[in-house]
């Protein structure tokens, strides 16, 4: 009898722990959710990526939902301090096991933060180059010219040179084409800033500039410059090549090119 009124006691206390753990897990859930609402409007309004907003969130709810857990566990008594043990050796031992996993991720969270490249940009890298297609945790997809899938881990891209063709609104466009020494220099390059001039998509108000680059052993290479917006770059360079080999060839202004001349000499 003496040891079930020993119980009472013990019960009650309890019975008390038990409801103030309840309640610190109901009003931590809600502050949780508070909270997270807040840092997820405070991360679109400085227009983090959705994938590092949605993986921050995650993160964050998952500390905070550690931490709740913890609280309620050492309200009622529970030993803390093998859980954070147990905790930790665990966290050690998956840190080990996904290490190069674990490098992957951290670049691509540094790729998500600093964002030296976003979706539809085209980079160039030493792994291959193409337009962004996607921007993961762990691995960034290009797609190349001809339609193929360029996979790159984020550690290894975020370690490396990476030019971004696309993300300014205009770029330079410079040419260079070779003439003979006989060739009417003074025409050439007349002939190449009125190129530049007449096309439109070249910005005027930044000015075109026609030089002479060097003179090699083939001839004098003369250079033309001038600003376009970054979507007409390639289309106006293939174009202007074209034009500017026909109205060479039209005004009679040599292009050299290097040949061989083969002579057979015959049995005496």
Known sequence: METVKGWGPQALDFAVRLALAALILIVGFKVIGIIRKMVRRSLERAEVEITLLRFLDALLNAVLLFLLIFMAAQQLGMNTASIVAVTGSAGLALGL?????????????????????RVDDYIVTEEGEGTVYSIGLVYTTLLSIDNKKVVIPNGTLSNMTITNVTTMEKRRLDLTVTIGYQADLKRAKELLETLYADSPEIIKEDGITVYVDSLTGNGVVIGVRGWV????????????????????????????????????????
């Not at 996993?101 to 933060?113: C, E, H, M, Q, R």
Request: aromatic share 14%.
């Open 229 to 268: 917006k970054t979507e007409d770059y390639w289309p106006l360079r293939w174009r202007l090549l074209e034009e500017i080999k026909l109205t060479f060839e039209r005004e009679g202004i040599e292009i050299p090119y290097n040949y061989m001349n083969v002579r057979m000499i015959g049995e005496k």
């Open 97 to 117: 096991a996904l290490q190069g996993s674990l490098a992957n991720f951290a670049g691509g969270v540094l790729i998500l933060f600093m964002k030296p490249f």
